[in-house]
């Protein structure tokens, strides 16, 4: 159970004062940061706003305290905005907690199984085209409150709230539908907003930009509409009811039905939850110096999202931006998500009522920057120079995310980074015949006056197999098989270089071997890896083949096979009894 230990329970070793302070302050700043991306990620994926800070408090918490990184903050982000929404609107809230606790239980079992690590290896194109998908939903949300854009105004004079269709190209045509009601003072507030995140780092470096934009905005608007009597200054407060407490969540169990249908997102939140926290986790790490376990951090944020919706708030995962602000003000262990949370929950239970005075413009104007960092175009366009492959997974995945949704973007993306992988090392195994005399360290990085020559002799031939003895390979080995002209009467199938054999592997080397018997042919191992030898002694392969045939080293099977055909060759007539002896002696087994 080490492998599995969570780090807040051995990051203490040798923990100073000094370093508690350091803690302490980057736990203060990384709380007052995620308060106003809390409020808005909430907002954006259309809960109460509330439900962001109780999942910064209960999931930050969690992570922090069971995870497997040292400095990784959890809660609410971009990445799951779209797809809360999504399952928000159609399943209502008992669809969004089925949904979060399914996801997380994969989640645990992923890093149960040690998994974890595959998500390190998802394609960097399909990465960034979620990220670009994700980016451009979550502007193309904000424009009805970046705007101000409405259905019109009642015949009481008060203003018709704009419905909006999941769909994002539905939502635009919605917006171009209305464009003729924005409101001049929201887009006011949306800019400054958008101006003062820009700009004040350059001014204040060490004031987060975002909380200094929500206090400005914030108290600029509050006197302006309660004491200038200016209009059209939409805040929280006019949209929800913030309860600054911690509670039960009641819902009802939705049927199997509806699970069935809930699947999909369920799947995507685990996987869209495990691609950004272990790419946090490797940021934080590279930051630090430290290394981050996969499979602890996963169970840990499976455990999260089963726990968090319960109380109250929604599905989450780690948090870059606010993993990166701790480590920069000096954070280094669980201590800092711990107080992280407990600063969100002094803000929730005291302060929470202040929180309905925010514009909701102010809270757009925030997302679009997030949505424009989100989208990194710096990034894309370096894309733009990598080979064409890359290019159509990148445009593909963006265009099946923005299209359709992020669950259909999450799953064909994870299936293309399969492909993907399956073809490059296809491309990268090869399978070479040797006749005449083969160079013993040829492929290595051994000098060459030290190389070994060995001549084979006339009926001998050696396969030489570079790479995973998988179904790619296998379907390879099988077609050079089929272009090979003369049969000879020993082939030595070199295996150095072969990592794994599948059970495709498996299949293709049986059938390879039952008909060379069927044409009096030897097969002869070479250089089998003991775990390879391991799978072919479980399969039986090993004594198909014969035990006797099977060497550690290219030098024995030669001079083995070499000893067969000299016998052979000393029968000067091929009927006489000691030809038929040498045949029989060297027939495969049945």
Known sequence: MNQFLPQSLTAFKGYTFDQFRKDLVAGIIVGVVALPLSLAFAIAAGVSPEKGLITAIVFGFIV????????????????????????YMQFGLSGLIVASAMGGLIQIAIGALRLGNIFKYIPYPIMIGLNTGIAISIFSSQIKDALGLSAGISPEG??????????????????????????LTTVLVTVVTILIIIFIPRLLKKFPPYLFAVIVVTAVAYVLKHYAGIEGITTIGDRFSIEGSLSLTGFEFPDMDTIEKLFPSAITIAAMGAIVSIVSCSVADGATGDRHNSNTELIAEGIGNIVTPILGGIPATGAVART??????????????????VIVLLILLFLGSLAQHIPTACLAGMLVVVAYNMANFKTLRSLMKNPKS????????????VIFNLSVAVEVGLLMAVLLFLRRVAETTQVSVLRGEIHVLEGTDAPDHHDEKLNLAKGVEVFELDGPFFFGMANKFDSEMRIIGDKPRIRILRMRKVPFIDSTGIHNLEMFINQSRQEHIRIILSGVRPEVRLTLDKNQVSQLIGEEYIFDNINAAVAKAN??????????????PLHHEVNMQESIPE
């Open 158 to 183: 008060e203003v018709i709230p704009l419905d909006l269709p999941l769909n994002l190209l539905e939502k635009w045509m919605v917006y171009f539908r209305h464009i003729h009601t924005i409101e």
């Open 64 to 87: 922090s305290a069971l995870g497997g990184s040292k400095t990784q903050i959890g809660g609410p982000t971009g990445a799951f905005v779209m797809i809360v929404s999504s399952v």
């Open 563 to 576: 000893e067969m055909m000299e016998r052979i060759h000393q029968s000067k007539n091929p009927g006489s």
């Open 390 to 401: 890359d290019i159509a997974v990148l445009w593909t995945t963006v265009a099946l995310a």
């Open 324 to 341: 990166m602000v701790g480590i920069s003000n000096g954070g280094r262990t669980p201590l800092v998500g711990i107080i992280h949370s």
